[in-house]
């Protein structure tokens, strides 16, 4: 018996060992590259700041992150820049770029921003990468927004005039933030694109009742506390 309790003893030493090992020494492996973890990016404060058009929040915020394997990393500076799919890490006078596989929830100190979750942990992400921000969530499921940058696209009989016929005419590519509102159910995940009869048929049999309570409580889709109203009325189906 002492034996048995000595060697249980041992383990779960070792298990809270290995993960507070992995919560001191994580900005370690936080590369901005998944093949080579030692080739870690840095760019400089003033350059991370510039970026806040295209980071979740705008400016450094801090907060607790969740790791992969469930440790806990406290009090970390950060932002997640959703242009280019990475984590802003603050380090005193200087910014780690990290890629954000390794972190399932970045929890915000400040509940105005909330948290983010990793696309993966909602299932099947559709080519989606990096994390969606949590509108809402309860035990039957989530409600998200994913932002990302989309390239404008031209039109096939647009045309542009210039004056120089000797030089191509060289454009810069157009970009704009899409934004997409997600919703799970029972594990099940749903792009909301509106309140429609035609967005609303994908719930399938649940569908008349929903469009019943969305014209009862007179919800607009832009209003994020609509949209709460409705993932928690669905949840409830």
Request: net charge neutral; proline share 3%; with cysteine.
């Given at each position: ?7 249980l ?27 080579n973890?030692?080739?870690q ?7 991370a700041?510039?970026r ?5 929040p705008?400016?450094f915020?801090n907060?607790n ?5 469930q ?10 820049d959703?242009?280019?799919?990475v ?6 006078d200087?910014?780690?770029?990290g ?19 990793n ?11 990096g994390?969606?921000s ?6 039957n499921?989530?409600?998200?927004k ?6 404008k ?16 005419l060289e454009?810069?590519p157009e970009?704009?933030?899409?934004e997409?509102?997600?919703?799970t ?12 009869p035609?967005?609303?048929s994908?719930?399938?049999t ?12 007179k919800?607009?889709f832009?209003n994020?506390?609509?949209l709460r109203?409705?993932a928690?009325?669905?949840w409830?189906?």
């Amino acid at each position: 018996m002492k034996t048995v309790c000595l060697l249980l003893f041992i383990c779960l030493g070792y298990t809270t060992f290995a993960q507070e090992d992995s919560s001191q020494d994580w900005i370690k492996v936080l590369s901005y590259g998944a093949s080579n973890q030692t080739d870690q990016k840095k760019i400089s404060l003033e350059e991370a700041i510039q970026r806040q058009e295209r980071c979740i929040p705008s400016s450094f915020s801090n907060a607790n992150l969740i790791l992969s394997n469930q440790a806990l990393v406290e009090n970390v500076i950060v932002k997640y820049d959703f242009k280019e799919q990475v984590l802003l890490v603050r380090q005193d006078d200087y910014v780690l770029v990290g890629a954000p596989n390794m972190v399932k929830r970045i929890q915000f100190e400040n509940p105005q921003f909330g948290e983010l979750i990793n696309v993966q942990e909602l299932g099947r992400s559709y080519g989606r990468r990096g994390f969606y921000s949590v509108l809402a969530n309860s035990n039957n499921g989530y409600l998200v927004k994913y932002h990302s940058f989309e390239q404008k696209k031209i039109m096939p009989n647009s045309s542009v005039t210039t004056t120089n016929v000797y030089e191509p005419l060289e454009e810069e590519p157009e970009f704009f933030i899409n934004e997409e509102t997600l919703i799970t159910k029972n594990e099940e995940l749903f792009v909301l694109e509106n309140f429609k009869p035609k967005t609303l048929s994908k719930f399938n049999t649940l569908s008349n009742s929903l469009k019943a309570y969305i014209k009862k409580e007179k919800l607009k889709f832009k209003n994020e506390d609509d949209l709460r109203k409705f993932a928690t009325y669905l949840w409830s189906l």
